[in-house]
């Protein structure tokens, strides 16, 4: 080491002027080393598509990627009405098909899932398809059925079912099949969930709530049609950069306010393209439309989620299990799920946790899962977010929003809240005492807080929608 040359050095870096680079200088660097250091450390959607795909064994990763996006499209299903007014705002498109998202029992579609089959942003892009059909209903069961071929050669491929009820997930691929008991209710404890938590069906709830919302009319499939459009950047309310955030496209039915596609782009390219078609509300679901069974010469192979459903009451009686219940949730949910577990890994591995509570409220298809879990790993801290932090870290410490819980079992501490989620749904956390509190779902940040505020221990607590 030549220390005059260091001390001459020195002296010269500090004789320097920094030149003016503007207020945002430095908050638009740390975007753009943020997004590239994101995309260089976590493979982007259209490359995990393809490695699911690549797993054959009953390709249940991508069956819940491509329901996870039926999930976003089926967001902004309505009921078949009279032609709206002509001149609306992109709001009222939303609110008008959210309204009418809540309103049905059972839901059936067919959906067709483009996605990029070559390397990311490669040109020319080229595209593989996937093609299901879904069944749902509104306590959160559902089977979804992968297709080949078309008209006369149209065969399955893949079948996926999960019963709420029984939290048994079963799926097949014609050969095998395979049977989880105990399938967890929510996130932080699965991960790309087909029934909305992953959620392109979350992010238009951001995109609605974003205020940053652009309105263009169309024409699909030869009928009038709504586009709504919105950045990933706008959702969280981030300053302008050079960043190349992806671009949601939502189109919307003018006659019928059903969702004709649902489109995220980057840099032009399209990641995913959903199309629906085919929708049908509240018609009866076929006998048994949840369940899978072995036929002849099928290997049957079972596991164990490690949940298991237990009444209310139950659960104060489960060994280290405090049951926190909130006092409210968002107007239109009621309870629908009630889980516990000895031990749970989070979906994403970031979360090692043991007595594990959860409830699972829904209202019409949305979800919202509360839990609460004893941790003792001394690397995770109030900081991790344990739904998306595996997913994309540094978009996760963006777009939170932190707030004091004011009220409840969690008083005094601070929750993070990330709304303009890239990959699962809404969602905020809080750690008070070596116990983590998630609350994810369909809601608003005020509304994630709200309930936040009301847990207590029950049986003195008693939730009930907003009024």
């Not at 001459?8 to 943020?34: C, F, K, M, N, T």
């Not at 779902?441 to 309930?451: F, I, N, P, Y």
Request: hydrophobic share 40%.
């Amino acid at each position: 080491m030549d220390e005059t040359r260091d001390t001459e050095l020195g002296r010269r870096l500090e004789a320097l002027i920094e030149p003016d680079h503007g207020s945002d200088y430095w908050r638009d660097v740390r975007l753009q080393v943020a997004e590239a250091s994101a995309e260089a450390g976590r493979p982007g959607f259209g490359t995990r598509l393809r490695a699911a795909l690549a797993r054959r064994p009953l390709r249940l990763a991508l069956a819940a990627v491509a329901l996870a996006a039926v999930a976003a499209a089926a967001l902004l299903v309505g009921l078949p009405r009279t032609l709206g007014p002509q001149t609306v705002s992109a709001t009222e498109v939303l609110e008008r098909a959210f309204a009418a998202y809540s309103s049905g029992r059972t839901w059936q579609a067919d959906v067709v899932m483009k996605y990029p089959a070559n390397e990311m942003l490669e040109t020319p892009a080229r595209y593989g398809f996937d093609r299901y059909r879904v069944l749902r209903d509104t306590g959160g069961s559902y089977r979804a059925t992968a297709y080949e071929g078309s008209g006369a050669d149209r065969h399955a491929t893949d079948v996926i079912t999960y019963d709420a009820v029984t939290g048994v997930l079963r799926s097949s691929d014609g050969r095998k099949l395979l049977v989880e008991q105990g399938h967890p209710l929510g996130p932080p404890d699965t991960w790309l969930d087909p029934l909305g938590h992953v959620d392109l069906g979350a992010t238009l709830r951001a995109v609605a709530a974003s205020g940053e919302l652009r309105l263009a009319e169309a024409v699909t499939d030869g009928r009038p049609a709504w586009t709504v459009t919105c950045t990933k950047g706008e959702m969280a309310g981030l300053p302008p950069s050079n960043v190349s955030w992806p671009v949601y496209t939502i189109t919307v039915d003018k006659q019928t306010w059903m969702p004709v596609r649902f489109q995220e782009a980057k840099a032009g390219t399209v990641i995913v393209d959903v199309n629906v078609r085919n929708v049908r509300i509240d018609e009866p679901l076929p006998e048994h439309a949840f369940t899978l069974r072995a036929v002849p010469g099928m290997t049957v192979k079972r596991v164990d989620g490690g949940f298991r459903r237990v009444a209310l009451d139950e659960a104060a009686t489960v060994p280290g299990v405090t049951p926190l219940v909130p006092g409210f949730v968002p107007d239109g949910y009621k309870l629908t799920s009630v889980a516990v577990a000895a031990r749970s890994l989070s979906d994403n591995g970031m979360v090692m946790a043991r007595h594990v509570f959860a409830l699972q409220y829904t209202a019409g298809f949305d979800a919202l899962t509360v839990s609460t879990r004893t941790i003792h790993d001394e690397y995770y801290t109030a900081d991790h977010d344990p739904v998306d932090e595996a997913a994309n870290p540094t978009w996760s410490k963006l777009a939170r929003k932190e707030a004091t819980i004011a009220a409840g079992a969690f008083a005094g501490v601070t929750a993070k809240i990330l709304v303009a989620t890239p990959w699962s749904t809404p969602h905020l956390w809080a750690v008070k005492d070596g116990v983590l509190l998630t609350i994810a779902g369909g809601a608003t940040a005020k509304e994630l807080l709200s309930v936040a505020e009301s847990l207590q221990v029950y049986p003195t607590a008693s939730a009930s929608p907003a009024e």
